[in-house]
């Protein structure tokens, strides 16, 4: 494995050459802020993007491309970090030497990306009207699809209000509720944004020349002086004054809770890892304590879990329940973390969840998307990639006394449920 | 005896050996890979609800949920909690039913070993009290309570109740609650001793490891021994008629946007061979992903006229007793699209790709195949599919190589010879709602 750093024409460049892997992946990415008003610009952007360049007019006709390279792959899709905004197109290719006749792709590849960014399909400078309906179509009904989805519905509802005055209430791929106000003349402005404003850093990985790939970097792609990053982390919260207890109807056999803490420990807090063993134990595994007390011990729930998020410091524990069971449910629940502290949680237990975490981080290092997605977090939050050997120590290193630091930290914000409708009706 | 066989140009090799017990296991190297795989396959899955035992010809009947039952009553063990003891070993257990196969997995960044011979033992001393049972069977019911929230595997399995009569695909995977009730302790020792014999079985590893010093202390283990006895099986479908069941069912649903799938049923009348129908699976993918796949002008045009959208899906399933090909989307518009896909259906018998798309489709197939080996999970779930039905991946891929745009001739023509069954489940304001109130 080697890493190298380097500037090319304003844009930020990493590379990490490696032989293990049979594919090369190559991802350029867009940074800009995160705002209300461009969320859906920049959720339909890259998708208008991948709908016909210059050379490739439709979608059907890159595709086609797409496939003459043996299956390359772009997948596009926009995420909010801190807050900021990232658009990445990321592109997977095989290394044609694992292919009959050994195809040098990579070259054509790279070009065809570069089109898809930077020569869409334009008539008189402008985006096409009718490929941007039918992209604001897809969109629209993709994220009205949400609602088909119990868990994902819950779970934006849920976000809506707990967060309603922060930014965080938004959801990168896109706000229904906004969504018609995206014209053409908000995505051209939009587009002008991101190719001339925003910071632009490209990922290579895998087993790849790379003088080569500086010079299609320096041919294909360009970035920009001005570029403004925000802050990597989401500090936005509220002085939790009152918890706020909601409730919803839907058609649903299983109501879906919520259950929503502020913490505060993010990131780049000494506390982190701490945080990071204490949800792990909590409600990240099979071997996790709401596990074990609520599904395997009061069977209330079949699926019970809890998420952190570490750029924003909250913690969420969600469950399907019975009709009924919520608040014997939600009772248990703030039970099991009142109570967790020494004589709950064992020495194997601890062990147990740093082993869990240990075996995540290392596998980071058997997929190139991931091993890119690490660095490029470890470069916004630490600014520079930290290496596997440090990270597993700082994990070896938290005693049960900072994991029980860190819970101290919690403070209940919201409960959310949605339950069944028309029961008593 | 270990056989190697190295695949060129992909560069991989696959080992394969037998143990005394019949177990048949087949490794895959991945040097410098962390995670370490393993899927240990048995080939008892929801369709497999009633076999015929050759010696006695005795007949035994599986309530439905059966297969996925054993497969939670296997991790149900009163004195020791399985996965913690897979945990304490550093690693991650799961397992899964599917309509034709059970299977155990786990990965590690650890060794490999301990874990394996833990999960033998596991199959060897089940617990089947009945207080057992009677807590898994809670466990599950609450399992379908969750699936019943989950629209589109309701979608699914109310085509196949469309499409077949007897067929048992158009069983839940979990089963109902009501049949949960049927499943005693003996049933599921008879399911025990004739589908979870070593000699039906198929381990599956994959990671960086020493393979063969691996294969020799598996050996050890009295699951790789013993050679308990064998019961042969057969099983005697019940074979459908070249009719679908119910060809349009419409469902009023609590959605947004109305979802539409449409089956197409391929007459069987007999017990199809793994790799016949392996291939007719990939020429049916060939031809379906070539006529309205995404780089098709169809799909082009159905997306323009926002009769489908992004969640469009094509999928195709040829096994031993059934075959289909599926569509599904999303759509405002259900009532243009199903007439569409109809018109469309009708007419690709008239279908023949063009040499350059043909050719370019199979250098996808081909690199999206390369691309799997990049994972030690996926390679894994890959040669389980495969192998598990005896057959040899490298094999189809070379016969998927050599088919040419004239051999789908022939699929294309059973294809709109073949009978349909649609269900739409629509949302309250959509169209087909006002159609209903209009009759009503």
Request: charged share 25%.
């Amino acid at each position: 494995m080697k890493a190298t750093n380097k500037t090319i024409q304003d844009i930020n460049v990493h590379y990490h050459k490696t032989t293990q892997f049979k594919t090369v992946f190559f991802s350029v990415k867009f940074i800009g802020r995160f705002l209300p008003e461009t969320v859906n610009a920049r959720a339909l952007l890259p998708d208008l993007l991948l709908s016909g360049t210059r050379r490739f007019p439709s979608k059907l006709q890159i595709q086609k491309e797409l496939n003459r390279l043996y299956g390359t792959d772009i997948q596009v899709h926009t995420s909010k970090m801190g807050l900021n905004s990232v658009i990445s197109f990321d592109m997977t290719l095989v290394n044609g030497e694992f292919l009959p006749g050994k195809p040098q792709l990579l070259e054509e590849a790279v070009q065809l990306l570069s089109e898809v960014i930077y020569h869409p399909k334009r008539i008189r400078n402008r985006f096409r009207k009718n490929r941007f309906d039918e992209e604001k179509r897809q969109l629209r009904e993709e994220l009205e699809a949400d609602y088909h989805d119990k868990v994902s519905y819950a779970f934006s509802r849920f976000r809506k209000q707990m967060f309603q005055d922060e930014l965080y209430r938004y959801s990168a791929n896109g706000d229904l509720e906004s969504l018609e106000e995206v014209t053409l003349e908000r995505i051209e402005d939009c587009y002008q944004t991101m190719c001339f404003s925003d910071q632009v850093q490209i990922y290579v990985a895998g087993d790849f020349d790379e003088k080569l790939c500086d010079h299609w970097i320096a041919r294909y792609f360009f970035g920009s002086k001005k570029a403004k990053i925000s802050d990597w982390l989401d500090r936005e919260t509220r002085p939790v004054t009152a918890m706020r207890d909601i409730e919803e109807f839907g058609d649903l056999n299983q109501s879906r809770i919520i259950v929503g803490f502020r913490s505060g420990i993010e990131s780049a807090d000494n506390l982190y890892y701490p945080m990071s063993l204490f949800n792990t134990l909590l409600g990240e595994s099979d071997q996790a304590k709401l596990f074990l007390k609520i599904r395997e011990e009061n069977q209330l729930s079949y699926d019970i879990s809890s998420v952190y998020v570490p750029n924003k410091g909250v913690l969420m524990v969600m469950a399907g329940v019975d009709n009924n069971k919520e608040e014997e449910t939600i009772a248990k629940i703030l039970e099991v973390i009142e109570s967790f502290g020494p004589d709950l949680v064992s020495e194997e237990d601890l062990q147990l969840a740093k082993e869990m975490m240990r075996k995540r981080i290392i596998q980071t290092y058997d997929s190139l998307h991931q091993i890119v997605q690490k660095i490029f977090f470890d470069e916004r939050i630490y600014g520079h990639h930290q290496p596997l050997k440090t990270v597993l120590s700082l994990i070896d290193q938290v005693s049960i006394q900072e994991i029980l630091q860190a819970k101290e930290s919690l403070i209940l914000d919201t409960i959310y449920r949605l339950r069944k409708a028309g029961e008593a009706t | 005896m270990i056989e190697r066989t190295v695949h060129e140009p992909l560069h991989e090799t696959i080992i394969h050996t037998r143990m005394r017990s019949g177990l048949d296991v087949v490794a895959l190297p991945k040097p410098g890979f962390s995670r370490k795989a393993a899927t240990l396959l048995v080939p008892f899955g929801s369709i497999d609800n009633m076999i015929v035992l050759d010696k006695n010809n005795q007949r035994t009947i599986f309530p439905e949920g059966t297969a996925h039952f054993l497969e939670h009553m296997l991790f149900e063990n009163t004195q020791v909690d399985m996965s913690r003891m897979f945990s304490l070993l550093g690693a991650s257990v799961n397992a899964y039913t599917t309509f034709n196969r059970t299977a155990f997995y786990f990965s590690t960044t650890n060794g490999i070993e301990a874990p394996l011979k833990l999960l033998f033992d596991m199959l060897m001393k089940p617990d089947f009290s009945l207080t057992a049972i009677e807590k898994e069977r809670a466990i599950i019911e609450k399992e379908i309570d969750m699936y019943q929230d989950e629209v589109e595997q309701s979608l699914f399995y109310d085509l196949m109740n469309g499409l077949y009569w007897k067929n048992p695909i158009r069983n839940d995977i979990a089963g109902r609650k009501e049949s949960l009730y049927h499943i005693t302790s003996e049933l599921l020792q008879t399911a025990l001793r004739v589908f979870y014999h070593p000699k039906n079985m198929l381990l599956v590893l994959s990671g960086d490891f020493p393979i063969e010093e691996t294969f020799k202390q598996l050996e050890q283990h009295p699951f790789c021994q013993k050679k308990p006895p064998y019961f042969k099986y057969h099983i005697e479908p019940d074979w459908e008629e070249n009719r679908v069941h119910k060809a349009l069912k419409r469902v009023k649903k609590d959605l947004r946007t109305d979802l539409v799938m449409l089956g197409i049923k391929i007459f069987r009348n007999r017990i199809y061979e793994p790799l016949e129908a392996a291939l007719e699976e990939m020429k049916m993918m060939l031809l379906m992903d070539n006529y309205l796949g995404s780089a098709s002008a169809h799909q082009e045009q159905m997306q323009k006229a926002g009769l489908i959208n992004n969640t469009f899906e094509i999928s195709v399933s040829s096994e031993a007793t059934f075959s289909h090909v599926l569509l599904f989307t999303e759509t405002k518009k259900a009532d243009l699209t199903i007439a569409k896909w109809k018109n469309l259906l009708a007419l690709i018998r008239d279908f023949l790709p063009n040499e350059g798309d043909f050719i370019a489709q199979k250098q996808k197939i081909m690199g999206s195949f390369v691309q799997l080996f990049d994972s030690v999970t996926q390679a894994n779930a890959l040669l389980s599919d495969y192998y598990l039905k005896g057959i040899n991946l490298f094999d189809l891929l070379q016969a998927v190589d050599r088919l040419e745009v004239g051999d789908l001739l022939q699929t294309a023509e059973i294809l709109s010879d073949s009978p349909m069954a649609i269900v739409h489940y629509y949302s309250a304001d959509s169209s087909a709602n006002r159609i209903k109130r209009v009759k009503s």
